[in-house]
Structure formats: C-alpha cells, structure tokens
C-alpha cells in the first residue's frame, strides 16, 4: 500500500482522501469529511470542521451546492470519483470569513474501509481565501465610496461643458437602389 504525503499549494490546502469509493456516499463525505469535526485541529479520522455553505466540484464539474443536494445520496464511485480523482472544497461561512477555504481532496480507494470509514492525510493548517471584495476597493476603506467629481460648479446649470474633438461630420445612409453613401 502507497501512502501520499499532501502539501499545500498555494492557498489551497491539499488532502489524500483514503475512503472505499464503492460504499460511501457524497453525502458521507460532506458530513463526515467536510464538515464534522474542529476547524485547524484533529486527526486523520477527523473531519475537517468547514461550517458555511459549502460547495463541491469534481473532475466533471459541481456536484454539490447549497442549491443543489441531488447528488447527496449517490455513492462515490456512480458520481465517477475513483482512485485519482480530485474534489474541489469551498465554503462561505457568514459568520467568520477567515474560515473560508479552499481545500482539495485527492482519492485514494480504500478497500478495506467499512462504509464511511475514511482517513484524511494533509497539514490541517488551512489558511483562508483571500476576499477579493475588500481587494479590489484599492486604498479606499472597505465600504467607502469614490469620491464625486463636483461639475456642477463648473456650469450654474449643472449641465457638463460639450467637448471640442475637431471632428464635425456626419454619416447619411441613402436606402435607394443604387446604394449610395455620402459622408459629410
């Protein structure tokens, strides 16, 4: 038996998820996997403790969602997870953002694992998602609007000054037969 050391690449945390694909369902693994257990801490037969909405994706695209829990009673290897595939593990906890992850889990096929039996193999220091929300507000404070160009003070009106480009032309179309155009 081979047994996978997992690393962490990048911000995604990286797991070897040894499970028999042939008796556990999805549903095992979001209950069980994912979701029991403390978040940072455990063992190998620990869960991974991610609370929020979680999301699951697999080689052939999202398998599980808030929205979309069809596939919660399909065992692994009827959903096509096998020996080497990989599922991909996000979650949007409300309540504390620095809990949101992404994690993934490659398949190792455990034969002799009894039903949900499984056994997690990664460094369970997961670090957090960047929020790409307050990233992209720049130096501006999370939350806080651009300030308001004022062009009002530049007309009593309140009306913008037209700009001059130096073009002053026009485009007529002419619908007769000859198909004819003229700009001017």
């Given at each position: 038996?081979r ?14 998820l ?8 999805l549903r095992?693994v979001?209950?069980?996997v994912?979701?029991s257990g ?5 063992s ?8 929020g909405?979680?999301t699951v994706?697999s ?6 969602d ?8 399909m065992r692994?290897?009827?959903l ?7 599922l991909?593990i ?28 499984f056994?997690?193999v990664?460094d369970?220091?997961i670090?957090?998602?960047?929020n790409h929300?307050?990233a ?6 999370a939350?806080?609007?651009?300030p308001?160009?004022d062009?009002?003070?530049a007309?009593p009106?309140?009306?913008?000054p037209r ?11 002419d619908?007769d037969?000859d ?6």
């Open positions: 038996m047994r996978h050391i997992a690393r962490r690449a990048g911000l995604v945390a990286t797991f070897v040894r499970i028999n694909t042939a008796t556990a369902t095992d979001v209950d069980k994912v979701a403390t978040f940072g801490a455990g190998g037969r620990d869960g991974l403790g991610l609370c909405e979680i994706q080689n052939a695209g999202l398998i599980h808030v929205e979309f829990d069809d596939n919660l009673g692994l290897d009827e096509g997870i096998r020996h080497g595939s990989k991909s996000t979650n949007e906890d409300d309540a504390d953002a620095s809990r949101n992850v992404a994690v993934a889990l490659f398949i190792e096929h455990w034969d002799t694992a009894a039903g949900a039996e056994e997690l990664g369970r220091s670090k957090p998602r960047p929300t307050h992209a507000a720049g130096a501006h404070a939350g806080a609007k651009r308001v160009v062009d009002a003070a007309d009106k309140g009306k913008r700009v001059d480009d130096g073009i002053d032309a026009a485009i007529v179309l619908d037969a198909d004819d155009v003229a700009v001017l």
